[in-house]
């Protein structure tokens, strides 16, 4: 079992950066492939940026590309979403998932950080 929960969320302007975190706890989680997701009012959720156990292999969304960077510190379990030039569109509430190595389905889901990005 894996837990996770995010932090950093807020309110910034357009053009603002913010900073999310997500620590996990839980056997084996350093391991794991850890992704960003994101849901606004009205949508479905939708894939920001992902990033595997090693760091070696890194995705992000065409939305994000170019404004998010992804990383985790393995030592303190912690998976990062930097996001900067954010925008009024990237309003949403973030959420962290975790899915080990040979799981395509993320299993374990944060409980959503609110970020709101105003014009």
């Known amino acids: 079992q894996v837990q996770l929960v995010e932090s950093g969320g807020g309110l910034v302007q357009a053009g603002g950066s913010l900073r999310l975190s997500c620590a996990a706890s839980?056997?084996?989680?350093?391991?794991?492939?850890m992704g960003w997701f994101r849901q606004a009012p009205g949508k479905e959720r939708e894939f920001v940026a992902s990033?595997?156990?090693?760091?070696?292999?890194?995705s992000f969304a065409d939305s994000v590309k170019g404004r998010f960077t992804i990383s985790r510190d393995s030592a303190k379990n912690t998976l990062y979403l930097q996001m900067n030039s954010l925008k009024p569109e990237d309003t949403a509430v973030y959420y962290c998932?975790?899915?080990?190595?040979?799981?395509?389905?993320?299993?374990?889901w944060g409980q959503g950080t609110q970020v709101t990005v105003s014009s």
């Open positions: 990033i595997t156990g090693s760091g070696g292999s890194i």
């Open positions: 998932a975790a899915r080990s190595l040979f799981n395509p389905t993320y299993s374990y």
């Open positions: 839980g056997r084996s989680s350093s391991t794991y492939a």
